[in-house]
């Protein structure tokens, strides 16, 4: 892998003597070196690597140097040095001119050489953090329409997400059921360093102990599985509190090592990831009964994060209100209620047990009924009156409840699977698995 303090430099010259010469001087200078022959393999080149700068000669069989230029401009190419035994006082202005970085002639001076490298190479590193702080600060303005807000406890929030977006730190998340803990675990990923890379969100409630290892590691056969799928991003461990503690000694193994030993294989596969964890469980007092393993927690609670119920943020309500009537009234093309003193005692008098997530399924209740020509908000915060059917076991309640709601987001956002999820505050992929264990078929729905 290359070192990533090093700089590095695609050098396109056609005289195997002059690029070996070349190599040598910047591989002493401790640059990391690419080479080619000719200016058409550079742009195939390109497309697999970015170098930092481009050094490259101007007369060359077929493509020149300065055809290179005018063939990265505007493509966001690293800056390009030309360099040439032919040179002349038009030619260097000209190149100047298309958008050169500088104009060296043969013979080079190495420390010019070096110097006007360098500086091409510092300033386009610049540039691209430059860049990446602009969509950082994109991805913020996400953050803020995501944890909307004005309430004390929300503004520290987005600062405490922010800041250790940019550690690689195991972080733990705590809050009630629709607080909205996968999306903060999104928020630190996505504004993180390895943002790139993959996020992958599991579901430790629905992890059986039998099958445990060969979910979370894979198999010799199959090595695809959750772990191995987040190297170079971030493994999202939802509801640890409900990992079987079997699978806790062995997850903790993982961790630890940051190695996967696939069931089967005999080799380990080293996987370097970010933890984040998230429960809805005091996993302190899941602790101390021996529900969760100790050493575990010292493990993923390296940072903490609590997200605070709605109930307890309550300047925020009416924020909130406003801006999913708005969502969903656009979604039903309809115009959003007004909300009567009355509604508004009813949303204030409420403790909101299911904090936002209920909250957005109010007012999606609201919407409806006002679609239908009627509804208040008393009774959109009525719970629904529960079937003459009721499933005789716990599971096969949680299953029709589950299955029930996941088909009213498929339909409501008329299959669009994204905006499915975060309706449900799950994750895409929690959904798929979800959609099949269930039995539902996403086409008949529609």
Not at 42 to 59: E, G
Not at 384 to 398: G, H, K, S
Not at 408 to 414: D, E, G, L, V, W
Not at 425 to 438: F, P
Request: with cysteine.
């Amino acid at each position: 892998m290359t070192d990533t303090t090093k700089f590095s430099v695609l050098v396109v010259e056609d005289d195997k003597s002059m690029r070996l010469s070349l190599m040598e001087l910047l591989e002493a200078a401790n640059w990391h070196v690419d080479t080619v022959a000719r200016a058409e393999l550079a742009l195939d080149r390109l497309t697999k690597a970015q170098p930092d700068v481009i050094l490259s000669d101007i007369r060359m069989p077929g493509m020149s140097g300065i055809d290179l230029l005018h063939q990265l401009q505007g493509t966001g190419a690293p800056p390009i040095v030309l360099i040439s035994a032919h040179g002349d006082i038009p030619t260097a202005v000209q190149a100047m001119q298309d958008g050169a970085y500088s104009y060296l002639e043969k013979p080079y001076d190495p420390r010019r050489l070096l110097s006007v490298l360098s500086h091409a190479a510092e300033q386009h590193r610049m540039q691209h953090q430059n860049q990446r702080l602009k969509e950082r600060l994109t991805q913020l303005a996400g953050l803020d329409r995501t944890l909307l807000g004005q309430s004390k406890q929300i503004m520290r929030l987005r600062d405490d997400i922010l800041d250790l977006a940019q550690v690689q730190t195991s972080v733990l998340i705590q809050g009630e059921t629709g607080t909205g803990k996968e999306l903060v675990a999104r928020a630190l990923h996505d504004l993180g360093p390895n943002s790139d890379g993959p996020f992958v969100a599991v579901n430790c409630a629905v992890l059986s102990a039998e099958r445990f290892e060969q979910e979370m590691f894979g198999t010799v056969d199959d090595p695809s599985g959750y772990i191995l799928s987040a190297i170079g991003g971030t493994v999202f461990l939802d509801e640890i509190c409900a990992c079987p503690l079997p699978a806790q000694a062995k997850l903790l193994r993982v961790l630890e090592d940051k190695q996967v030993l696939p069931v089967g294989a005999d080799t380990p596969i080293a996987a370097n990831f970010r933890v984040i964890s998230a429960t809805n469980q005091d996993i302190i007092v899941a602790t101390s009964a021996g529900q969760f393993r100790a050493d575990l927690l010292y493990r993923i609670n390296t940072m903490a994060l609590t997200l605070p119920p709605l109930r307890g943020r309550r300047d925020d309500l009416m924020l909130l209100c406003i801006e999913f009537m708005q969502q969903l009234a656009q979604v039903y093309e309809i115009a959003p209620p007004v909300l009567t003193p009355d509604d508004l005692t009813q949303l204030m008098m409420h403790e909101w047990p299911g904090n936002v997530r209920e909250l957005r399924n109010v007012i999606e209740r609201r919407i409806l009924a006002a679609r239908r020509g009627g509804g208040s908000m008393e009774q959109a915060l009525q719970a629904d009156p529960l079937p003459q059917d009721v499933p005789e076991t716990l599971r096969e309640a949680v299953a029709s409840f589950e299955r029930e709601l996941i088909s009213k987001a498929i339909r409501t956002h008329q299959g669009r699977m994204d905006a499915a999820a975060e309706a449900l505050g799950i994750g895409r992929r929690t959904l798929n698995e979800k959609i099949v264990k269930l039995g539902l078929n996403k086409d008949a729905l529609l």
